[in-house]
């Protein structure tokens, strides 16, 4: 059963709670047989297709390990690219299951949209790139400069507050779609390509000289990016939600996908309760007793997931940062299974 606005209304006009409409979602993709996620354009190291339309990324992975929590199959997933500006209402229609893309989460999105931001898959915060051959040093330098900006995003309202606060004039040069925005960004209509700091280091990565681009050291906003889902099922909520955590789990405890079998066998009782061996925390959100092994045994934990798609040894080549566990400085953190 596809929710849609027109249905939510309906629902309204008859008395009836959101949640009653929107409470079926697993019901849903199982008999679809696929999660439809909603991700971006393409943005290297996040979400993207590769010549052969596969998708491939960090918040791909997320959508991934969700159909393999359902399904024991991480391919049973179907893309929806969106903009900025089509996202939140393509989730709202019921077109996509969730939305994995680069979606900061804010308070007015989370309360006014009839949305629910289920975690924060990357720490993030706004930042600018340049050309090295300009010789800007600084965000303190940009004043008079023309910048490109995304419009229907955070980025938008971040630099209005940066150079509003800072005394610094600048022209926006604003575009609807993030590939625009890159484009002309390279062909020189703009001074100063602004958005996440993380989707600069990927943008940058596609250039034909990536070398000559330099982001500037200030970050100016908090950006903390996460899936989202519609308000109104807690079961749907609950699968998310714990999805994430069992990412994060996973790598606090060790357990990847290379050694996830043998580790069937450990003693630990962390272990144990995070791969269904000691008790059943699959069955109260509608999965199997060992939803989570299914998650590292086709992704690997969050690490792995970082690793591959944006950590140091990748193009991107961003450091762990704020996005390391708790236990090594940074702010992921599971809540317990238990």
Request: charged content about 20%; hydrophobic content about 40%.
């Amino acid at each position: 059963m596809q929710k849609t606005l027109l249905s939510i209304a309906v629902a309204a006009s008859l008395g009836l709670s959101a949640t009653a409409v929107n409470a079926a979602t697993l019901d849903d993709v199982k008999a679809k047989g696929f999660v439809q996620c909603g991700v971006t354009g393409g943005v290297p190291g996040f979400s993207a297709p590769d010549a052969n339309n596969n998708w491939a990324g960090l918040e791909v992975d997320f959508c991934r390990a969700v159909a393999a929590a359902i399904f024991d199959d991480a391919d049973a997933v179907r893309y929806t690219p969106l903009t900025s500006q089509e996202r939140f209402a393509a989730l709202s229609a019921g077109e996509i299951d969730v939305l994995s893309r680069t979606t900061t989460w804010t308070m007015s999105r989370d309360t006014d949209l009839g949305i629910s931001f289920i975690g924060t898959m990357y720490y993030d915060g706004q930042g600018f790139m340049v050309r090295k051959a300009d010789g800007i040093a600084s965000a303190a330098d940009l004043s008079g400069a023309a910048i490109c900006i995304e419009s229907g995003t955070t980025t938008e309202l971040n630099a209005a507050d940066y150079f509003e606060t800072n005394g610094l004039d600048y022209s926006p040069v604003v575009f609807t779609d993030q590939d625009e925005v890159v484009k002309a960004f390279e062909d020189g209509r703009c001074d100063v390509y602004t958005t996440d700091a993380s989707a600069l280091a990927a943008e940058r990565s596609k250039f034909s000289n990536p070398d000559d681009y330099a982001i500037l050291p200030e970050i100016i906003s908090k950006e903390p990016l996460g899936p989202v889902i519609r308000q109104g099922d807690e079961q749907w909520r609950s699968i998310t939600r714990w999805t994430y955590f069992a990412l994060l789990e996973a790598e606090e405890q060790g357990v990847t996908q290379a050694n996830v079998d043998e580790m069937l066998g450990s003693d630990n009782p962390v272990i144990k309760r995070l791969l269904g061996v000691e008790g059943d925390f699959g069955t109260p959100i509608g999965l199997t007793a060992d939803w989570a092994y299914r998650i590292v045994k086709h992704i690997g934990n969050y690490g792995e997931s970082y690793d591959r798609h944006v950590g140091p040894a990748t193009p991107i080549g961003l450091e762990r940062g704020l996005n390391a566990l708790w236990k090594d400085g940074g702010l992921q953190y599971a809540m317990p299974i238990r």
